[in-house]
């Protein structure tokens, strides 16, 4: 069975400093990722997804995404944090028509 | 244009009464799911509905809980004889294209459902 793991619960970064938000994975054949975001009182967004192709995905909002396959990672990265980055991040892995495991998030918490 | 829309935003019931849940899919798009949202989880996949096709229920976590789709438009998702373990945020999405897994699900924000 697939599972996802994003190791970090909690993560505090300061306003401007970069941000690696981590996401491992365990899936049987080529896997579908997706990170997403979760802002108070807003829905998902996706933030960036990866197939096939390049390794390093880029994403909305300057987030971008590499996919490791020896590591079986797909690490979220983003140079400068803005204080309106602070939200949920979730990693997930797509399985089949619509069927995604989610990880448990990892809350970002942006200091001024 | 208007994005995925649910209904009620926030739900306290008895434990033991029914709820129904309501969502509004993205015009046009052909596939809806629902999740379920434990507080500090993440989603829990619970039905995925494509098209006139027999939905996917493998995610139901028990007979109490069904949902309902008309055509490609309005879900409903009835949870009966709630229980407090039944708690938790409701989230549906619906996508564009066949519901695999490369489509881009919209979400909407989510019904919030307290069990007392």
């Known amino acids: 069975a697939q599972s996802v793991t994003q190791p970090d619960i909690h993560i505090t970064v300061s306003e401007g400093a970069s941000l690696e938000l981590r996401c491992n994975y365990s899936?049987?054949?080529?896997?579908?990722l997706f990170w997403y975001v979760q802002s108070p009182g807003q829905g998902l967004q996706l933030l960036l997804k990866y197939f096939s192709g390049d390794t390093l995905v880029q994403g909305i909002k300057g987030f971008e995404a590499e996919f490791k396959r020896s590591q079986s990672s797909f690490n979220l990265r983003k140079p400068s944090v803005h204080w309106s980055d602070a939200a949920e991040y979730f990693c997930?892995?797509?399985?089949?028509?619509?069927?995604?495991?989610f990880g448990d998030g990892t809350t970002l918490t942006v200091k001024p | 244009g208007a994005g995925v829309s649910q209904s009620p935003s926030n739900k306290v019931t008895e434990k033991g009464k029914d709820v129904e849940l309501r969502c509004d899919p993205i015009s046009g798009h052909t596939a809806l799911y629902w999740y379920r949202q434990r507080l500090g989880q993440g989603l829990e996949f619970l039905i995925y509905f494509q098209g006139n096709s027999a939905p996917d229920k493998s995610g139901l976590p028990s007979d109490r809980f069904s949902a309902e789709r008309t055509g490609e438009s309005v879900s409903t998702l009835t949870i009966q004889r709630t229980q407090q373990e039944d708690s938790a945020v409701y989230l549906c999405a619906s996508s564009l294209g066949w519901g695999t897994a490369t489509d881009t699900q919209y979400f909407g924000p989510g019904t919030r459902l307290t069990v007392l």
């Open positions: 899936y049987g054949a080529t896997p579908y």
């Open positions: 997930a892995v797509g399985e089949s028509a619509g069927k995604s495991t």
